[in-house]
């Protein structure tokens, strides 16, 4: 193993812009950089990256990680490590979803990739110890103990700041321009008159390819858009403990702590509910949800994502969606 | 109490055997069927897999019997099974069918939480009772796969067409009858002699295909479009990669009775294609692949209902085994619109297949 040293060139570490990159980007990102490494992001995504991924991947599996495979080839050749965790479990008795499970062993089956940072995270028991896999992939970049410690340190520093501007109400994107000290002024927010939640798995709703540009959409049409990574904590926890039996999936809770809580807002006018075709936890928690509008009245639209999906078609709904959420509120009857 | 549950395969014949044990009142519902699914498919979630469909129309037709309380499994994950009777319920509520539901889950916090449940269930008997009962059923559940291993040998074979069949549901009726342990020796017994008796063509070629994929699909033969029926009648002995009674053993029993073929060694054959579990039967998938592939079988099938989960990342790895061991392997997903015919004329282009092979390695021999 080469260890990066003084001058040398440093290593290069790949991070695939999919799945949880939405949530761990932040501390990844700092823990690298304070290990001397660089860090190289894929591409945006786009059709081309998209068709790469579902080259290789089965055709049953979902929108998203074909998007990953995709992610994954397009750093091929760019990096010496690409890091994809095995996420298996990032809470107390919860899972991610089988596929995060299986993805580095799916992804190795492509062959022809750098090495592949596959380390587990588990946190589903209370005593795993996190910090030795952490100790793990640090000690491909540096024999120093105390190094790991401090990169560990100030990535989970960065990571509590990401969350808290997520919480101020900041999309992903804004959220790491911040961090990054790149905040520009943008032009003129769109006039606003209403408010919006967007409930889906972090990947869907925040990639703009994936989601259409879903969130950009709606803002543009003068909604103001909430999404469940703007909930505390504390308020998701207590929304799901309404459920019959706790769920086993963080983001699968996630959505449905958020959903229960924005419905119930008067403040908010409508509910988007974004599922990839095929998503088992969304068939799940999806159909909890869609229960818990209609036993409200409230205004509700499922969009089902895959490979297939039109533009034309999302607007057309989403224009519908709207156009109803503001009669109801100008007080049409049987809306 | 009229209990009811849901079907999987021949899973009712122990857990009635076990329930009616312990003196309670069982609704058996009316076996899996177009009219099952439809049911489940019109009140299920458009994208929830198959069980739940067929779950529901199980537990929907058994009120329609009588029945008023439905016993289901639970799970904590990540395979979506593990909150299926919560959503059951709630459909169930919704469209005026309340009925009650013990769900035996993993205990969460203390080992009590399910000894209530089973309390439930068994009412005032006592627990030496309890245990027999269970005693009962998995002896039932060993006898009645043991005739499905008979079946599986004896079709590919069987000098008159039907005549498995026939023997197979004679054999499952005597075991079903049977209501105490002597009895089941007996019902035991002479089920063995009615599968040896299928008359049969001893030196027939036969190809050998392991069946592997998800539990439901593999032991419902309706979900499943009585897939390994077909393939035996096409002339190939299969053998399945799980049976009712490993799975107790292995779930429920811990591996406590010896000499079954176990989990266990179904994952460590995985590791170097799937190093972790991904919920359901995915890792086991794999492994059994694996295995067969080892053992020498001519050719796997895989089969899933649409959108699982697990199974999806075992089909994505499956391509790496069978380049490694040279097995040729069939994908069927399934789904409330497969259709018989399409199965069959799958089935027999990899029948074909796999036979040419053979033929082919054979003569270079």
Redesign the interface.
């Known amino acids: 193993m080469n260890k990066a040293t003084g001058n040398e060139k440093p290593l290069r570490v790949g991070i695939p812009r999919a799945l949880l990159y939405y949530y761990y980007y932040p501390m990844w990102k700092v823990f690298f950089e304070e290990l001397g490494a660089e860090v190289v992001l894929s591409s945006q995504s786009t059709k081309g990256i998209l068709a790469q991924g579902l080259k290789h ?2 055709d ?2 979902c929108l998203p990680v074909k998007m990953a495979f995709g992610h994954v080839l397009d750093l091929a050749g760019k990096v010496d490590y690409i890091f994809l965790p ?1 996420l ?1 479990s990032v809470e107390y ?7 995060f ?2 993805l ?3 992804i190795q ?1 492509l062959g022809d990739l750098p090495s592949i940072i596959d380390v ?1 995270i588990n946190l589903y028991k209370k005593n795993y110890d996190l910090y030795a896999a952490v100790k793990s992939v640090g000690s491909l970049f540096t024999s120093n103990r105390l190094k790991i410690w401090i990169a560990y340190r100030r990535s989970l520093k960065a990571l509590h700041k990401y969350f808290r501007l997520l919480q101020l109400g900041l999309m992903p994107d804004e959220a790491l321009a911040v961090l990054e000290n790149r905040v520009k002024n943008g032009p003129l927010p769109y006039p606003v008159d209403l408010n919006v939640a967007v409930i889906g798995h972090p990947y869907n709703i925040y990639d703009p390819y994936i989601s259409m540009n879903l969130i950009g959409r709606l803002k543009a049409m003068g909604a103001i858009v909430f999404t469940a990574e703007h909930v505390q904590q504390k308020i998701i926890e207590s929304n799901a403990a309404r ?7 963080t983001l699968g809770q996630r959505m449905i702590g958020a959903a229960f809580h924005y419905l119930e807002r008067p403040d908010i006018s409508g509910v988007v509910h974004v ?1 990839a ?8 928690t ?3 949800i869609e ?1 818990r509008a209609r036993a409200l009245h409230a205004p509700f639209l499922n969009l ?1 994502l895959d490979e297939h999906t039109g533009e034309a078609g999302i607007i057309t709904r989403l224009e519908a969606f709207l156009d109803m959420v503001r009669w109801k509120r100008a007080g049409a009857v049987g809306v | 109490m009229r209990v009811t549950f849901p079907h999987m395969g021949n899973l009712y014949i122990p857990l009635k055997a076990m329930l009616e044990y312990l003196g309670v009142e069982v609704v058996v519902p009316p076996p899996s069927s177009k009219k099952t699914l439809t049911l489940g498919v019109k009140h299920g979630p458009e994208f929830a897999c198959m069980p739940l469909k067929l779950n529901l129309g199980n537990f929907i037709e058994a009120r329609e019997l009588g029945a008023d309380t439905v016993i289901m499994a639970g799970g904590c994950g990540p395979c979506r099974f593990g909150y299926y009777a919560q959503i059951e319920h709630a459909i169930l509520k919704d469209i005026g069918c309340d009925m009650q539901m013990i769900v035996l889950e993993p205990p969460e916090r203390h080992i009590s939480e399910l000894i209530v449940k089973i309390k439930r269930i068994a009412g005032n008997r006592s627990w030496w009772q309890v245990i027999q009962a269970i005693r009962f059923g998995y002896q039932k559940a060993r006898a009645v796969d043991e005739v499905e291993m008979a079946a599986f040998k004896a079709r590919p074979k069987e000098l008159v067409p039907g005549a498995t069949d026939e023997a197979y549901s004679k054999a499952l009726s005597l075991i079903d009858g049977a209501s105490s342990l002597d009895e089941l020796k007996v019902a035991r017994e002479r089920s063995e002699q009615i599968m040896a008796g299928v008359a049969r063509e001893p030196d027939r070629p036969v190809l050998k295909i392991g069946v592997i994929g998800e539990i439901y699909t593999l032991l419902e033969p309706f979900s499943n479009q009585r897939l390994e029926r077909h393939l035996g009648l096409l002339g190939a002995e299969v053998d399945r990669s799980i049976y009712l009674s490993e799975w107790v053993n292995d779930h429920l029993f811990l591996g406590l009775i010896k000499g079954l073929r176990s989990r266990r060694d179904a994952c460590a054959a995985a590791a170097p294609y799937l190093r972790h579990f991904v919920g359901g039967h995915g890792q086991e998938t794999v492994g059994s692949a694996v295995n067969y592939a080892r053992a020498g079988y001519d050719g796997l099938v895989q089969v899933f209902p649409f959108t699982c989960m697990p199974e999806i990342v075992a089909q994505s790895v499956l391509p790496g085994v069978g380049k490694d061991y040279d097995i040729p392997f069939l994908t069927l997903i399934m789904d409330e619109h497969s259709g018989e015919a399409g199965l069959m004329t799958r089935l027999e282009a990899f029948i074909d297949l796999l036979s040419r092979r053979k033929e082919t390695r054979e003569a270079y021999r």
Do not use: H, Q
């Open positions: 991947a089965v049953e599996i095995r298996v008795r919860k899972y991610i979803c089988p596929k499970l299986g580095p062993d799916m089956r587990n459920l019959p039996k706790k769920l086993f999936w599922a075709f095929g998503c088992g936890p969304d068939s799940m999806g159909e909890l229960r089902t």
